[in-house]
């Protein structure tokens, strides 16, 4: 068969594509090996996801819990489809009730509504064909009968104990000895097990409107919160469908706003005005007009973005044909120019799967800034992710911070398709990291013909704000110098969680190619 790509490897990773017919890809090996169990048992790649979400909240909690939000896209063999399950601000949340303040980072008033349970059982219920409790069994195994943290996981568990040791019901959680487990320390948390089981008994029901929505009150009233049971009883997952914009022949579809996917779309539209297949991968060329490209994205987004219902502008404006070309004409091809935005570091998981059917899930779920807020419902193992953190306070700003409001959003699930079918699923976790990710994914195939497994493996840039740019080890010390040459402050950054971890499932035409991120533990588990 021909593909628009080459099989070649040229970085320095020891992680090849995975072939098969029925694919799973997460950033942890347990967790691709859950959905794949739902798969052999005869359901759906809906269900794999599903199964290996849940199983993440277990063995990836540095970065997600009960208590995340989250997004997917789902190819159903026909059609694609959208859900938004990020939760809105509870109904006190007024911008007096934080004197004019920014919303905190940490604590209940950081929380807003968690959605990723909403989206396990909307899933199951439009799509899913095993029964939701039989996709809860590996996560509560793992959770009663203890996993075995790896070094990854664990040296995040211990970089991030320090900041959120005393935040109400972490420490008993997550620090039961006083400390981060170790690398091959085997690990239980058994009351975050009895929720999943009473959430797959109850279809999600227990967090939203039963004892769990009043275990939460109760907590959120006793450390300073004013979420209440009415909040989460008013929360609902929804689907928006997708925004998409064309790049060199492919679709790239994204969730519209309060999602930041709308970044990738922005940037993308930006680099169409630029011959990037002319410039050769990796060099300074190339990567200024990506960086140059990202900035002017981000600008849109953090003056525009914001819960659907409150922006003054809509989505589509941004995307205007017209509107890219005058953005592109304002890139210096030689010269950096600042721009400036709020970019904080964020903890997510991505996770996609695809069956012999032809069905692909494209989904994500996070804590975001780790273990997001710090806090923890004793008795329950729920942690509770802080995307309240996102809200703006300038008056007048569509994504101010008010009640019942969804915020500005980081995380985003990614899917390509051509001439309306599906070619690829994908996504690259980690604050905003992941639209930037995304664009680059996306240069290096369409434009220089990388497999995705290779588009996974090279080296990535983030920028950070202003002239600064974190580089990734492994662009020739040619790009970085010229780089720097052009006004781009370089920042060197060792720690690979900055550069976010990619996972991709590629259409072929009797089945998948899978890429799982060398950067974490990924897996494409695969039959």
């Known amino acids: 068969m021909t593909t628009p790509f080459g099989w070649n490897l040229p970085y320095a990773w020891p992680r090849k594509p995975v072939l098969a017919e029925n694919v799973v890809c997460t950033s942890q090996p347990l967790a691709a090996q859950a959905g794949l169990r739902m798969l052999a048992e005869g359901g759906n790649a809906v269900d794999a996801a599903i199964a290996t979400a849940i199983t993440l909240t277990i063995v990836e909690p540095v970065s997600n819990g009960i208590g995340s939000d989250a997004f997917?896209?789902?190819?159903?063999?026909?059609?694609?489809?959208?859900?938004?399950?990020?939760?809105?601000?509870?109904?006190?949340?007024?911008?007096?009730?934080?004197?004019g303040n920014p919303v905190p980072a940490l604590g209940w008033n950081s929380v807003t509504v968690p959605g990723a349970v909403s989206a396990w059982a909307e899933l199951h219920a439009t799509f899913g064909q095993l029964p939701f409790t039989t996709l809860f069994k590996p996560a509560i195994a793992?959770?009663?009968?203890?996993?075995?943290?790896?070094?990854?996981?664990?040296?995040?568990?211990?970089?991030?104990?320090?900041?959120?040791?005393?935040?109400?019901?972490?420490a008993e959680t997550f620090l039961p000895a006083k400390r981060a487990p170790k690398p091959g320390e085997l690990f239980r948390l058994p009351h975050h097990a009895a929720t999943l089981e009473l959430l797959a008994e109850t279809n999600g029901e227990a967090l939203y409107r039963g004892e769990l929505a009043d275990r939460l009150e109760a907590h959120?009233?006793?450390?300073?919160?004013?979420?209440?049971?009415?909040?989460?009883?008013?929360?609902?997952?929804?689907?928006?469908?997708?925004?998409d914009s064309t790049y060199r022949g492919y679709t790239v579809h994204e969730i519209p706003p309060n999602s930041q996917g709308i970044v990738a779309l922005i940037a993308l539209g930006i680099l169409e005005h630029f011959d990037m297949p002319s410039l050769p991968v990796d060099s300074a060329d190339s990567v200024h007009l990506q960086i140059e490209a990202v900035k002017l994205a981000f600008a849109d987004a953090r003056a525009h973005v914001a819960d659907i219902d409150h922006m003054a502008l809509a989505p589509h404006r941004l995307l205007d044909g017209e509107y890219l070309r005058q953005r592109a004409a304002s890139i210096d091809p030689k010269r950096a120019k600042p721009a400036f935005a709020d970019t904080p570091?964020?903890?997510?998981?991505?996770?996609?799967?695809?069956?012999?059917?032809g069905v692909m899930v494209s989904m994500i779920q996070s804590n975001y800034m780790g273990f997001g807020s710090g806090v923890v419902v004793p008795g329950t193992g729920i942690s509770l992710q802080n995307r309240g953190a996102d809200f703006a306070v300038a008056q007048g700003h569509p994504n101010r911070v008010g009640p019942n409001k969804r915020p500005y959003h980081t995380i985003i699930p990614g899917f390509v398709t051509k001439n309306g079918a599906p070619v690829m699923s994908f996504g690259v976790m980690g604050g905003t990291m992941q639209p930037q990710g995304h664009v680059q994914m996306m240069v290096r195939i369409a434009d220089h013909g990388q497999n995705p497994q290779a588009a996974c493996d090279g080296p990535r840039f983030r920028w950070v704000h202003g002239l600064q740019v974190s580089c990734e080890r492994g662009f020739p010390p040619s790009t970085l110098d010229e780089l720097q040459r052009r006004g781009h402050d370089l920042i060197t950054v060792d720690d690979y969680n900055q550069f976010g971890s990619c996972q991709a499932i590629w259409r072929l035409d009797d089945g998948y190619l899978a890429a799982s991120d060398p950067r974490r533990d990924g897996q494409a588990a695969a039959f």
């Open 142 to 170: 793992y959770g009663r009968n203890g996993f075995l943290v790896s070094p990854t996981v664990a040296e995040q568990w211990a970089a991030q104990a320090p900041l959120f040791k005393d935040q109400p019901g972490f």
């Open 72 to 99: 997917a896209i789902v190819w159903d063999g026909a059609r694609l489809h959208g859900l938004n399950a990020s939760g809105r601000s509870p109904a006190g949340w007024t911008p007096e009730y934080f004197g």
């Open 345 to 357: 570091k964020g903890g997510t998981v991505y996770l996609t799967a695809a069956d012999a059917a």
């Open 220 to 243: 959120a009233a006793a450390h300073g919160g004013v979420m209440r049971a009415d909040d989460l009883a008013a929360h609902r997952a929804d689907w928006v469908g997708t925004i």
